[in-house]
């Protein structure tokens, strides 16, 4: 009997540059066996589909029919991953040995682990793969061996490492070996797809190698300077592919590194540099999901309060910048990042709440949602994490527009009921006069919130909160 192996898919769904199908097919060529692929439906994340899940699964599905259409069917299966594994491994009764790409830290590295000691038990070889990164955690540390905190020497090695070519993935050997058994139990995954009703343009593995390509040749030689400015379309828009892994990062490294050197490339590359440093720091604080790396900030006195959260979450808090992210956000389940740190400063030093309500607020609703760099720049923005902004800078959401969105062209975009109103005013509309209001037909408490908070008396509350706990 055939050697089987199985390839388990997780948020990596393309069939090139590939880690772990790249290593399998390398088995294969040199074993001689079969394989074939699964993915798990984890309970852990249908329980509520928004923006960000219903992105996912509905790639998940553009992914399928894909492999499908390939001539390499995948299984789909639903349940706690390691109950899953363990009836595979006894529906199919031969299997040599699993392949995944690697989750260094959370609920992935413990999902992992558990898997692993199910594997041994039944003396399975587990592999796990490097894929979603560009260098492991552990694959950049100081001189004394530890890791960094500090995003600025991090890079600096970071940045004179050679990094990971992109994999070529022989597809014929993965379909001349390819076995799908018939005893595994498989889901309706419909049922699952029915909940997810977004429609989205962009998705799957050619889409993204298209949008990437296009980024480089026309925007990526403008980014350094265009990059801030919401209402170009100056940024990569590929942070959703890297998330499903339906593109891969060594591929977009790769595609970066061709073009001359220049400021704009160098900027952008550090961008992909902040998703490894954040990896890195959160497998050393793998519970930052739920409590400050800075210790002395543990047990702030947070207010909460309904109405004013629920305002923030629907872009209604009066100031135009802050509502414009968040209305942007709610509707295409991406925001620019610009404005994910001038609503995220907002949150938790004008209204003073929690970071972690708007943490989990962005996980639902992100297409891009990534746990590491989404936790990190929480963190960051609220002045509680490595390598934070100091306390005392706190941005004041009308300096911000009037300085990333002069001409209000952003604003008017996301926010129509502001469509009339003149630059003089587009950044702070409740200064508007009752004639003014009629004029540019926007009154304010009605069509358009007055600020829910003064920023001046909320920066004063702000800096004495976190003086309290110097």
Same mark, same amino acid.
């Given at each position: 009997m055939d050697e089987v192996y199985?390839? $388990?898919?997780?948020?990596?769904?393309r069939l090139q540059d590939h880690h772990a199908l790249y290593k399998l097919a390398e088995e294969l060529t040199k074993s001689g066996g079969q394989w074939f692929g699964f993915f798990i439906v984890d309970p852990t994340f249908t329980e509520e589909i928004d923006l960000s899940n219903d992105y996912f699964f509905q790639t998940v599905e553009h992914f399928r029919m894909t492999c499908e259409k390939e001539g390499i069917p995948i299984h789909i299966m639903e349940g706690k991953p390691e109950e899953q594994i363990k009836h595979l491994i006894e529906s199919v009764g031969n299997i040599k040995g699993i392949?995944?790409? #690697?989750?260094? $830290?959370?609920?992935?590295?413990?999902?992992?682990?558990?898997?692993?000691e199910l594997c041994e038990a039944y003396d399975i070889d587990f592999h796990q793969l490097l894929d979603y990164n560009l260098h492991g955690s552990y694959d950049i540390s100081k001189n004394d061996g530890g890791l960094y905190q500090v995003f600025t020497p991090y890079y600096k090695v970071w940045r004179t490492i050679d990094k990971p070519q992109p994999y070529q993935v022989p597809l014929q050997t993965l379909k001349d070996h390819h076995h799908l058994p018939d005893k595994i139990r498989s889901t309706n995954f419909g049922n699952l797809?029915?909940?997810? #009703?977004?429609? $989205?343009?962009?998705?799957?593995?050619?889409?993204?190698? #298209?949008?990437?390509?296009?980024?480089?040749?026309?925007?990526?030689?403008?980014?350094?300077?265009?990059?801030?400015?919401?209402?170009?379309?100056?940024?990569?828009?590929?942070?959703?592919?890297?998330?499903?892994?339906?593109?891969?990062?060594?591929?977009?490294?790769?595609?970066? #590194?061709?073009?001359?050197?220049?400021d704009a490339k160098e900027t952008y590359v550090k961008e992909l540099a902040w998703r490894d440093f954040y990896n890195c720091v959160l497998t050393q604080y793998p519970y930052a999901r739920n409590e400050e790396i800075q210790e002395k900030y543990r047990g702030m006195d947070w207010r909460f309060d309904r109405n004013l959260f629920e305002s923030w979450c629907e872009g209604k808090t009066g100031f135009p910048i802050v509502d414009a992210g968040?209305?942007?956000?709610?509707?295409?389940? $991406?925001?620019?990042?610009?404005?994910?740190?001038?609503?995220?400063?907002?949150?938790?030093?004008?209204?003073?709440?929690?970071?972690r309500y708007g943490e989990q607020y962005f996980a639902r609703k992100l297409i891009d949602y990534d746990?590491?760099?989404?936790i990190g720049g929480w963190q960051w923005a609220a002045s509680v994490g490595t390598d934070a902004v100091p306390y005392f800078r706190i941005f004041n959401p009308t300096t911000q527009s009037k300085r990333f969105d002069p001409e209000g062209a952003y604003i008017r975009k996301w926010l129509p009921e502001l469509k009339d109103v003149p630059k003089k005013y587009i950044h702070e509309p409740w200064k508007m006069s009752k004639s003014d209001q009629e004029e540019y037909g926007c009154t304010i408490g009605k069509d358009y919130p007055e600020p829910i908070v003064d920023h001046k008396t909320q920066r004063e509350k702000a800096l004495k909160l976190y003086g309290e706990m110097k």
């Open positions: 199985a390839l $388990w898919f997780r948020r990596d769904f392949y995944t790409n #690697e989750d260094e $830290w959370g609920y992935g590295k413990e999902r992992d682990d558990r898997v692993r797809l029915k909940r997810c #009703e977004a429609k $989205w343009e962009r998705m799957g593995e050619a889409k993204a190698f #298209e949008d990437a390509e296009q980024f480089v040749n026309e925007r990526l030689g403008s980014y350094d300077d265009k990059r801030d400015i919401p209402s170009k379309d100056a940024t990569s828009r590929l942070s959703f592919y890297l998330r499903t892994g339906t593109l891969s990062i060594r591929t977009l490294f790769s595609l970066v #590194e061709e073009e001359s050197d220049s968040m209305r942007q956000m709610n509707s295409i389940g $991406w925001m620019h990042n610009r404005l994910r740190m001038i609503t995220a400063s907002y949150l938790s030093k004008d209204l003073l709440m929690d970071w746990p590491a760099s989404n």
